[in-house]
């Protein structure tokens, strides 16, 4: 092979995986996995933020774009559907595009060489014409309708439309009816150019494979490219303020829904340093807002939430937030209740022995997740992508120091940083 591999081992944990870097430019890497299924994914570095509009205010492709490419990539130029071409092989494929990327996976027990053909094909060979545009056009409309009935989806965009200004993670990853409607064959192969190179994508293997079996697909399946001219990131001049605290809206749920966003602007440009927030996060999160936590349980005793009550950060070098989300009957309350709670650890100090619990429990967790061809090759894209790596996230949890996490705490939690999204249920008129 011409081809330069990397080898990632963590002693510790039992656990290697190699990177290599095709002739196209390509990143692939393999990591051995003796389990019954072999999971495997395409992924490209370009999700609805990478649509960003410029000093102008306009974008270089409608808004849904990115997510309308998933959708027609299935589509081959002899009429048939990949969808039925892993089903015949006995895989189970399947697609998403998110704010920051779009990938394409399956999971075989049998026949991965077939499978993993034809991933790397109807990848690399897109077939748009104007008639199967429009058709398309007509199928992510009715998405997006079912998007906008759904209340746990509005709840969630507009918490993110109450954090941000301008930023494009507030755009609807699917777009709108009218952007999409905009959406022409052309439109879609430029795109595809633009974003779709080697050198913007990366092949995940996960299971019971070799890096001579993958790399040998690779060869014979991948087309030759030409040289690729990256398009610049467009600058988008976020203030660290939020855009509004309320977000109020009307829809079809018993019970009021919220998310409480917390807008983080102290984003590292250093992947590691980023990893490392990442990982303090997860460990002050669960310490904070857990079900085992006070503050949960404080608010469940007293009938203020329901049982389903959650926490989650995302952090990507463009943006960061919490969402804090659940159902109550007054999120006003609950909301007042969780300043109350973080200031009362403001003043009292997180306790170490509850960081050492938690971080333990976080550790113990990301060791399980060594357990699932699946989720090891999603956690393992995750990081190709914010130029990371798989092992030092474990290792980081593993040695993830005190002050670090209490000076995070008293960072991150700026009361004028929080923004309250609501959906109530629809009024008698609105039914």
């Not at 709670?341 to 938690?358: C, M, V």
Request: hydrophobic residues 35%.
């Amino acid at each position: 092979m011409n081809e330069k591999m990397q080898t990632f081992e963590s002693e510790w944990l039992r656990e290697h995986y190699y990177r290599v870097v095709h002739t196209s430019g390509l990143p692939v890497y393999v990591f051995p996995k003796e389990m019954t299924a072999t999971y495997a994914l395409f992924a490209v570095n370009f999700g609805e933020v990478d649509n960003a509009a410029n000093a102008e205010g306009e974008q270089s492709f409608p808004a849904g774009i990115a997510h309308f490419l998933e959708h027609k990539l299935f589509s081959n130029e002899d009429g048939s559907d990949s969808f039925e071409r892993f089903s015949a092989y006995g895989a189970d494929a399947n697609a998403y595009t998110s704010h920051t990327k779009t990938v394409y996976m399956f999971t075989a027990t049998d026949h991965f060489g077939e499978s993993f053909g034809e991933l790397i094909d109807f990848v690399s060979h897109p077939y748009f014409t104007e008639a199967s545009v429009k058709k398309e056009q007509g199928i992510i409309a009715e998405e997006i309708r079912m998007c906008r009935d759904n209340p746990y989806d509005r709840c969630y965009y507009n918490m993110l439309e109450g954090l941000y200004y301008c930023h494009p993670i507030k755009t609807e990853i699917c777009g709108s009816i009218r952007s999409v409607s905009k959406i022409t064959a052309g439109m879609l192969y430029d795109c595809y150019s633009t974003h779709y190179h080697p050198e913007n994508m990366a092949v995940v293997v996960c299971g019971n494979v070799t890096v001579d079996e993958v790399m040998h697909i690779v060869n014979e399946r991948l087309p030759k490219t030409g040289p690729w001219q990256k398009p610049p990131r467009a600058t988008v001049n976020e203030p660290s303020t939020i855009h509004r605290e309320r977000m109020i809206d009307h829809g079809q749920v018993g019970k009021p829904i919220f998310s409480i966003g917390v807008k983080d602007v102290h984003i590292p440009l250093d992947g590691d340093a980023r990893l490392r927030r990442d990982a303090a996060m997860a460990i002050l999160s669960e310490m904070l807002f857990s079900e085992s936590g006070e503050l949960y349980h404080s608010l469940l005793d007293r009938g203020l939430i329901s049982p389903e009550f959650s926490a989650d950060y995302a952090l990507t070098r463009d943006f960061g937030f919490l969402q804090i989300s659940g159902e109550a009957d007054d999120p006003e309350a609950v909301l007042r209740e969780i300043l109350d709670f973080l200031e009362k650890q403001r003043q009292n100090g997180l306790s170490e022995a509850d960081f050492e619990r938690t971080r333990r429990v976080e550790y113990a967790e990301s060791i399980k997740g060594f357990d699932s061809t699946e989720e090891i090759a999603n956690n393992l894209l995750s990081f190709v992508f914010e130029e990371a790596e798989l092992f030092t996230y474990v290792e980081l949890l593993k040695n993830m120091e005190f002050d670090y996490v209490q000076a995070l705490f008293a960072e991150f939690f700026d009361p004028q940083r929080f923004t309250l999204s609501v959906v109530r249920p629809m009024r008698d008129n609105e039914r």
